[in-house]
Each structure stands twice: as structure tokens, then as C-alpha cells.
């Protein structure tokens, strides 16, 4: 019981600026501004897209990195790491710089009808950048977690290594890649540094409420603001509060 009391000071630190959200939102003139429905649509859209090709191309990686002995682990354990601490405005130059129309990747695409910049490409293209290695890092947590005599049992009984992997070790690690696939939805639903170099056009949620918030004051924004929080929140607390209750059954 101390330690909840201990605990209070970081509890109210943390709410208060969403009770404070609550408390100035303008209700009786809860309304979008003009272009916020295209951006919430835009950021949904360009999201539901990017996902699963986080997961289709991060799951593979991830499983590597968690069996894999080989020596070039390391290396790729940095590729991955380097995008992440980079911060995203940085990171949006250096995709405009490989993959915009004067870059090398970026011309070579255009040759071919495949231009990315200030398009919906460019725009999945920053969400990738800026979800995949979230993704890999706490999938490969999550496959680490399964015990390996597990898949050992399945190898015994004479299952594959896809059988293995799809009806032991998934399952096995279904909760941990419930929260990578969470913490990448939230990121990409949400990112703005990546985007607003690399892609600022179409605009989704993020970028439209720092035009927003430039051209009209804070005032302006409190309805999109609801609205971002209503697209990133959900999925990961649904998720958490799933996992919670598997805990306690």
C-alpha cells in the first residue's frame, strides 16, 4: 500500500495533461476545420496499408534475430537499432536524400514510374521507416520468450520448420507480437518528424494539426487532437487490457 502512495505523484504527472485536454476542449463547438476529415482519413488509410507490410517484413527479421548464431546478428541488430535512435526529422532528409527525385534510389524509381516524394509511396514509405524497427526489436522479445524445447518437441514428432513455426512458436509468442504490432500502429498512426520532410503531402492527422496550430492558434486543434487520440489508442489498451485478463484467468 505505501508504494501506491509513493507512486501517486508519477500517476497525477501523467494524467494531467489529458485531464487538462478534457477540461478546454470546446464541446459546445466540437467540430473538424476545414480538410481535418481528409487528414483523418489519409493517416487511416496510408496506416492500414503500411502495417501489414511491417509485419509481413518485420516478423521474418524478428525470428532471425532471435535463433540466429550467425556472426552477421550483430550488424543487422544495428541496421535495425540505427533508424530508431535516429531522430525522425534527420531521418526524413536522409529519405528524401536516397529516395527523393535527385537521389540515386530516387531517380532510378522515377525512370520507372515509381517516384517518392509527396506522394501516398512516400507516405506508407516514412510510416515504414518509422514503425519497422519498433516492430522488430519487440517481436523478436517476444520470440525470444518462447522456450526453445518447445519447437524442439514439435522437431521430434517430425513437424517442418513452418509447422513449428506456425503452430508452436506464434502462438507461443502471440502476446508479444500483439504489443510490437500495438506499439507500431501507434507509431505510424502518429508519426510526424519522418512525414512532414519526406511526405508532406497527402497530410494526415499529425502534420494537419501543426498547420493547424501554426495558422489558427492551440485553440484550433482540440478536436483533431481527439481524433488522433481516437485512432492510436484504442488498439494498443484493447491489447492491454486483453493481456490482463489472460493473466488473471
Known amino acids: 500500500m505505501r508504494s501506491f502512495w509513493l507512486g501517486i505523484p508519477a500517476v497525477a504527472l501523467l494524467i494531467i495533461p489529458f485531464v487538462t485536454l478534457a477540461l478546454i476542449t470546446p464541446w459546445g463547438d466540437f467540430h473538424l476545420a476545414y480538410g481535418d476529415g481528409q487528414a483523418i482519413g489519409v493517416s487511416l488509410l496510408m496506416s492500414a496499408v503500411a502495417l501489414p507490410l511491417i509485419?509481413?517484413?518485420?516478423?521474418?527479421?524478428?525470428?532471425?534475430?532471435?535463433?540466429?548464431?550467425?556472426?552477421?546478428?550483430?550488424?543487422?541488430?544495428?541496421?535495425?537499432?540505427?533508424?530508431?535512435?535516429?531522430?525522425?526529422?534527420a531521418l526524413g532528409i536522409l529519405l528524401i536524400s536516397a529516395y527523393g527525385p535527385y537521389g540515386s534510389i530516387g531517380e532510378a524509381l522515377a525512370k520507372v514510374g515509381l517516384a517518392l516524394n509527396n506522394n501516398s509511396g512516400a507516405f506508407v514509405l516514412a510510416q515504414i521507416y518509422a514503425g519497422l524497427p519498433w516492430f522488430v526489436l519487440t517481436a523478436r522479445s517476444a520470440f525470444e520468450a518462447v522456450p526453445r524445447d518447445i519447437e524442439e518437441v514439435g522437431e521430434t514428432l517430425g513437424a517442418s520448420a513452418w509447422q513449428v513455426f506456425w503452430r508452436l512458436t506464434l502462438p507461443q509468442a502471440s502476446r508479444g507480437l500483439a504489443a510490437a504490432l500495438a506499439l507500431a500502429w501507434v507509431r505510424i498512426v502518429g508519426e510526424f518528424g519522418i512525414v512532414l520532410v519526406f511526405s508532406y503531402f497527402p497530410q494526415g492527422i499529425p502534420v494537419k494539426l501543426f498547420i493547424n496550430l501554426q495558422n489558427d492558434g492551440v485553440e484550433s486543434v482540440y478536436t483533431l487532437l481527439w481524433a488522433l487520440l481516437a485512432a492510436t489508442l484504442p488498439l494498443p489498451l484493447w491489447l492491454a487490457v486483453r493481456a490482463r485478463t489472460k493473466d488473471q484467468a
Open 55 to 89: 509485419v509481413l517484413a518485420g516478423i521474418p527479421l524478428a525470428f532471425w534475430l532471435a535463433r540466429s548464431r550467425s556472426r552477421w546478428r550483430r550488424p543487422v541488430e544495428i541496421a535495425v537499432l540505427v533508424p530508431l535512435l535516429t531522430p525522425p526529422l
